[in-house]
C-alpha cells in the first residue's frame, strides 16, 4: 500500500500537509505527520535510503512549530521505520 502511495505522498520537493481531491497539493502549508508518511512510502521504495532525511525533516519542522499531533507521530514514525520494536511489517 505505502509503495503504491509514493508517487502522491512522497514526490520530490515539499510534501504538503493538505491536498486537494485529485491529490495536488492544496497549501504549502507543512505538517509533520505529512512528512512522515512520505518517510514512510520512501522506506518500502527504491528510494529507502531518503526516508531517514525525511524523518529528519519532519522532526525539525516539529522543533520550528511543536504540536502534541506531531511529536506523537515523529516518535512513532522513528519507531515503526527505524526498529521492530512493534512487530515490523509483514513479509
Known sequence: LAASLRPLVAAAGDVPALRNLDGSAASD????????????????SPAASSAAARLDQASALQQTYPTY????????GRIMLDTDLLGGCPD
Open 69 to 76: 499531533f506531531g511529536a506523537a507521530w515523529v516518535a512513532l
Open 29 to 44: 502549508w507543512q505538517h509533520p505527520v505529512a512528512i512522515v508518511s512520505a518517510a514512510a512510502a520512501d522506506s518500502v
